[in-house]
């Protein structure tokens, strides 16, 4: 693997303390506490001159990133999250209350990534704020470079989805492979978004996919509204929606579909020892919540009673079985790259954020190369295997 090998070749970038200082408004003690401690960070190899922030600072969210270029810098905001509505009525009169209309679009699900352009190359950042090489790849096959010629200021916003994809593969959209769709655009260095409709008029004209528009709807009628979309979109395997206002002033909120609830718990119910308590515990409580906004029948609480418990146990008992029958839980995924140099590449980007990985050897597909990975699940397979030769749970 001559391209691992290469890796020593690059240079480290120290980050010039006084000129980043300056570039934050902050002193040059200041900074280097901040690089000291570890808040920022550089990323690796060839993008040691992109610095993310590992921790909160400055009001800057975890997974910003700090480009450093020729002592020139600019600031690329991590996605801010978006808060949840639990009961869609109060929740859009209480946020949106000042306005008279909501724009609301899909939240798909998938991944989601920032892309920018550095060196004639576009560049996708995860929110975490590291280069990902395959959606890296994804990002240059799929999106109009020009874009970001002449808006230079601009940061694309997107979710990468489909069922060739090693965070969250999915086969509900129609996608052979894997896709981009634009949900945002927001301006380097101040966050600050574009309204919503002046960012799908530029997707529009660069061919972008962006995430589906289903209406602008008046604060009176958008619970009644949203409520239709999400039971519509549930029965096809959707997430959810996100309820903008449409000049991006006031802070969008989001809403998802019961059936995308249990299909994150039966994800993660299978790891049950990785997933978070927090993670398992707040679909519960969404569905608590629609149940009663909804005023649902004895009979529609059952079905959703069954739907819940299914989506629980049976990954988990899944998981067990596997373990008593001597095998590890793992997840397996596709991958399709045109280049193998970026297989090697995200091989060792898994690898350096601690994943245990196995991939198999590439196929060519068409003008492809195809490869399955398979991640092993570790904590959950040697908690079930403890329980099995008789430890207790603590």
């Not at 690089?35 to 920022?40: C, H, N, Q, Y």
């Not at 998938?110 to 996708?124: F, M, Q, S, T």
């Not at 958008?222 to 903008?244: C, F, S, Y």
């Not at 990954?315 to 970026?342: A, Y």
Request: glycine share 6%; proline share 4%; aromatic share 10%.
């Amino acid at each position: 693997m001559q391209w691992l090998s290469d890796m020593e070749k690059y240079t480290i970038t120290g980050l010039n303390i006084e000129k980043a200082a300056s570039f934050l408004g902050i002193s040059a003690q200041k900074m280097q506490e901040i690089i000291e401690r570890r808040v920022l960070v550089p990323n690796w190899n060839e993008y040691q001159y992109l610095f993310r922030f590992e921790h909160k600072a400055l009001n800057i969210d975890i997974g910003s990133v700090l480009v450093q270029k020729d002592d020139v810098f600019s600031l690329i905001f991590g996605f801010p999250k978006i808060k949840r509505a639990m009961l869609l009525g109060p929740a859009i009169r209480s946020n949106f209350g000042t306005i008279s209309k909501v724009a609301v679009e899909e939240k798909m699900n998938g991944y989601n990534v920032r892309v920018i352009l550095l060196e004639g190359k576009l560049v996708a950042l995860t929110r975490s704020g590291h280069v990902c090489p395959y959606s890296s790849e994804k990002a240059n096959n799929l999106l109009d470079t020009s874009f970001f010629i002449d808006n230079p200021q601009l940061v694309v916003y997107g979710e990468m989805v489909g069922p060739d994809n090693p965070y969250v593969p999915r086969k509900i959209y129609g996608i052979d492979s894997l896709d981009f769709f634009v949900f945002d655009m927001r301006h380097k260095d101040t966050g600050l978004p574009l309204p919503v409709y002046e960012r799908r008029e530029l997707c529009e004209k660069y061919g972008f996919k962006q995430v589906r528009l289903f209406g602008e709807f008046h604060i009176q009628e958008a619970a009644d509204m949203v409520t239709n979309i999400i039971r519509d979109i549930g029965r096809k395997g959707h997430e959810g929606v996100v309820i903008k206002d449409p000049e991006m002033v006031l802070q969008p909120i989001k809403y998802t579909a019961s059936q995308s609830n249990c299909s994150d718990l039966q994800h993660a119910m299978k790891v049950y020892n990785e997933s978070g308590r927090d993670f398992i515990f707040s679909r519960i409580v969404r569905e608590g919540f629609q149940s009663v906004e909804w005023e649902e029948s004895e009979e529609e609480f059952r079905k959703r009673c069954l739907q819940l418990g299914e989506s629980i146990l049976r990954p988990m008992k899944e998981s067990i079985i596997k373990v008593r029958d001597g095998e590890r839980v793992t997840e397996e995924f596709t991958l399709r790259v045109k280049d193998r140099i970026t297989l090697l590449k995200f091989e060792e980007y898994m690898r350096r954020l601690g994943m245990d990985i196995i991939f198999s050897e590439p196929k060519i597909v068409d003008d492809e190369y195809l490869v399955y990975m398979t991640k092993i699940n570790k904590s959950t397979s040697d908690k079930t295997l403890a329980m099995w030769e008789g430890q207790l749970w603590s």
